[in-house]
């Protein structure tokens, strides 16, 4: 079984699938230690400036931002008692989830399908499918 698993939410319905199997699969290994992680996009130097012009901290406001999607993605973990630990990273999804996995010894990714048509799937790839083929350990894609 899995020692560390990471999970990757963006606070969606799809990623909620994933902190779900997540917790089901730590709760048959007591030791288990899950880590969540949300990927933040980079803020756009204008939109900073903007935000700094008016008195506002474009990575406070970030975190805070990120900071509500883990805590809104965690109860599946609250629901079985799983001890978990949560990071914001910023960058891209895929890479961002894959630099995490590798920098905690994750033994298990964890994400969920986001349902791209097919097209759309083609032209921009999607978060899942990037991470299935870099990942530095087994992944499992929910649905």
Same mark, same amino acid.
């Given at each position: 079984?899995?020692?560390?698993? +990471? ?100 033994? +298990? ?6 349902? +791209? ?27």
């Amino acid at each position: 079984m899995f020692e560390k698993i +990471l999970v990757a939410t963006d606070g969606s319905q799809e990623a909620l699938k994933a902190v779900t199997a997540a917790a089901e699969l730590a709760s048959l290994k007591p030791e288990a230690k899950v880590t969540l992680l949300t990927v933040t996009p980079p803020v756009p130097s204008y939109v900073a400036l903007q935000l700094r012009e008016n008195d506002l901290d474009p990575a406070a406001l970030q975190n805070q931002y990120a900071e509500e999607i883990l805590e809104g993605s965690c109860d599946p973990l609250k629901a079985r008692n799983i001890s978990y630990t949560y990071q914001v990273a910023v960058g891209d999804p895929a890479d961002e989830i894959c630099r995490v996995a590798e920098a905690i010894g994750a033994d +298990l990714i964890v994400v969920g399908r986001r349902g +791209l048509s097919g097209v759309r799937e083609l032209l921009a790839g999607s978060v899942s499918s990037k991470v299935v083929h870099h990942a530095p350990c087994s992944v499992l894609v929910t649905q």
